[in-house]
């Protein structure tokens, strides 16, 4: 329930964006609202969660570079398998590119189920960018000024003699390298590997860029609003003028606000361990296929 409730507040929120977001459904909360559903048998409710997921991993795919989880086709295809969803399954696969999937065990009973993190998120930094304006464009009122420096943003390339340059603050995304590539689930002699199911650091990033024109068409505005009032002030008087833009330049920052402690990263590993297993270690894995941390249940 939660998950959903989850997911139906992202749609609110990507709706009332003043811009088209890539991040409209949460495929990692459908997964494990699919998880939970099947673990308690509700076949149904399992295989519909498990569709939006496969849904939402297909557009990860496109928006961020992450592939689907190779766990998730496995569960799809079990569920449909199970409810006779056959024709279901193998138009599931021509429209997502979902594959056949490894032998995962399904969730319930003697079976574990860790969900890790890995990393944190990367952080918005302040950048400086300067962007000509023309004796054209100089004119214009503030807005249309605006609009012009959101396009020589895009296309530096400019014709005309400069009348000044507008100088902006913008956030700019940061990532944090993790060096983890990597998990999977010891129980013995049974290994299982794990899957990423939610790149958090490459949805913040892509938010952002699909932002950064609505950003700097604001900051634009606020720009060029500040050095009309400066050169009224300055027309009025020196001083008031040299003040109202100590004052404007003071205050002209980026917005780098966020989250920064949430994790990079977030994978999922499955394992049915044997009868009469006490211990389950979680392995973290590099690059390289080697061990660099491990945590013991």
């Known amino acids: 329930v939660e998950c959903r409730k989850a997911n139906l507040r992202l749609a609110d929120h990507a709706q009332a964006s003043e811009v088209e977001l ?9 997964y494990t ?37 190779a766990s998730m086709s496995t569960d799809l295809r079990r ?9 279901e399954w193998d138009l ?36 400086d960018i300067s962007i000509p304006i023309t004796e054209r464009d100089h004119h214009h009122d503030a807005w249309r000024v605006s609009r012009r420096a959101v396009y020589r943003y895009h296309h530096p390339v400019y014709h005309g003699r400069v009348k000044y340059w ?22 013995g002699d049974t290994v299982a590997d794990g899957w990423l199911v ?22 634009a505005a606020r720009v060029v609003t500040k ?18 833009n100590l004052f404007g330049s003071g205050t002209e920052a980026a917005d780098t606000r966020g989250w920064t402690s949430l994790p990079g990263a977030i994978w999922m590993a499955r394992i049915e361990p044997p009868p009469g297993t006490g211990q389950v270690a979680l392995e973290f894995i590099d690059a390289e296929g080697r061990v660099i941390d491990t945590h013991v249940f």
């Open 22 to 30: 890539s991040y409209l459904n949460d495929a990692f909360l459908q």
């Open 92 to 127: 599931a696969q021509q429209q997502w590119k979902l594959p056949e999937g490894p032998e995962v065990p399904a969730p319930g009973p003697g079976v574990i189920t860790v969900f890790a993190e890995s990393g944190f998120v990367g952080r918005k930094v302040e950048q």
């Open 227 to 244: 050095m009309l009032v400066t050169k009224a002030a300055e027309e009025e008087n020196d001083i008031l003028g040299f003040l109202v």
């Open 166 to 187: 507008l100088r902006m603050a913008l956030p700019e995304w940061r990532s944090r390298p993790s060096r983890v590539q990597g998990v999977r689930l010891r129980v």
């Open 198 to 219: 939610e790149d958090i650091d490459a949805i913040a990033r892509r938010t952002l860029e699909e932002k950064m024109d609505s950003i700097l068409l604001r900051t």
């Open 33 to 69: 609202t699919g998880l939970f559903y099947e673990a308690t048998g509700e076949f149904n409710d399992a295989y519909i969660s498990y569709r939006d997921a496969a849904k939402g991993y297909a557009a990860y795919a496109d928006a961020f570079g992450t592939p689907t989880p």
């Open 79 to 87: 569920t449909t398998h199970n409810l006779g969803f056959d024709t």
